[in-house]
């Protein structure tokens, strides 16, 4: 299967009007406005998931706040460092890098440009230079989890990760306790996929965990997981997806996702930049209180309603307690 190409051309062409250089049209000519860089991880545009997300969020700053901005894809410059370096030489005020696989490429660049600012998201560096975003992942994750109990009838549910970074292990950490607040006994099926752009092998786990009974799926590995949502919605059970509303994947089984709201990071960095803030140095962590994430629309379900009100009630929990 192929990534959808549909969304990615609106992308693409959404960004070709303004011009990939992001020559700013009409108002914002002349008043040098601010211009942001994005290094996209592996999956590239179209991945129906945290790539798109980080991108959505470029487009509104650019949109709503005048921001210009460009992109890379390591299909294109071959190595994360490459692209990276491309980006800062291009005179961006803010090169992101959209994942923690390239801390590494991104330190090298962040050390040869002591004066550049730099943002990592999903990683924390030491860097003075590096402003780290993270996220918490396993609170986000507890709601998916209780929704997954709140829905299974076999009283097995199924993970799938992209890899055995700390990230995913704060995804699976949630869902697992999330789902055990609701029912201590229920089985929690977890695969980690080693790969976030294998559709193919997200539909072989989802094909092994649904001839274990799971009834539930939940997917943190970016494409991989894209596979199992359509295995899913083939096999007739629930699915929840991750990082953006994935619904439109798989209609049928899509019960709602666990949306990581990369975008308003990045609409939030942006806006800083645009009225002259400072960018934070260190890190700056977003759970369910600071908007970092939450669940989309619980659909399909007959008790949707009912779901939505509990796991409502589960998320003021969470925030409550996560302030004290």
């Not at 199924?158 to 609701?182: C, H, L, N, P, Q």
């Amino acid at each position: 299967m192929k990534k959808m190409v549909i969304f990615a051309a609106v992308l693409l062409i959404a960004l070709g009007a303004a011009g990939c250089a992001n020559s700013q049209s009409d108002e914002t000519a002349g008043r040098e406005a601010k211009k942001i860089g994005m290094m996209l991880t592996d999956n590239g545009l179209g991945d129906q998931s945290f790539n798109d997300s980080g991108f959505q969020g470029l487009m509104k700053a650019r949109d709503e706040l005048g921001i210009t901005f460009d992109y890379r894809e390591i299909k294109d410059t071959g190595t994360y460092e490459k692209g990276l370096t491309q980006l800062v030489k291009e005179g961006n005020d803010l090169v992101v890098a959209l994942g923690y696989s390239m801390q590494p490429d991104l330190e090298k660049v962040a050390k040869k440009y002591p004066n550049q600012q730099f943002v990592l998201i999903d990683s924390v560096s030491e860097l003075k230079n590096v402003t780290s975003v993270t996220f918490k992942e396993d609170e986000g994750s507890y709601l998916a989890g209780a929704l997954a109990a709140l829905t299974t009838k076999t009283g097995t549910i199924g993970f799938i990760g992209g890899s055995d970074a700390d990230v995913i292990k704060r995804f699976k950490k949630g869902y697992v306790e999330g789902a055990k607040s609701i029912k201590p006994n229920i089985r929690v099926l977890s695969e980690i996929s080693g790969s976030f752009d294998n559709d193919k092998l997200g539909q072989q786990i989802a094909k092994r965990m649904i001839h274990q009974k799971a009834d539930v799926l939940f997917t943190a590995a970016g494409f991989t997981g894209v596979g199992a949502l359509k295995e899913a919605e083939a096999e007739k059970i629930y699915a929840i997806g991750v990082d953006s509303d994935q619904y439109y994947t798989a209609e049928h089984a899509v019960i709602s996702s666990l949306v990581k709201n990369v975008d308003h990071v990045i609409y939030e960095l942006a806006k800083d930049l645009k009225n002259g803030k400072q960018i934070k140095n260190g890190q700056i962590v977003y759970g369910l209180k600071e908007n970092g994430m939450d669940l989309a629309q619980i659909r399909i379900v007959k008790n949707s309603d009912e779901l939505t009100k509990k796991i409502a009630d589960m998320k003021s929990k969470l925030i409550e307690k996560g302030g004290e």
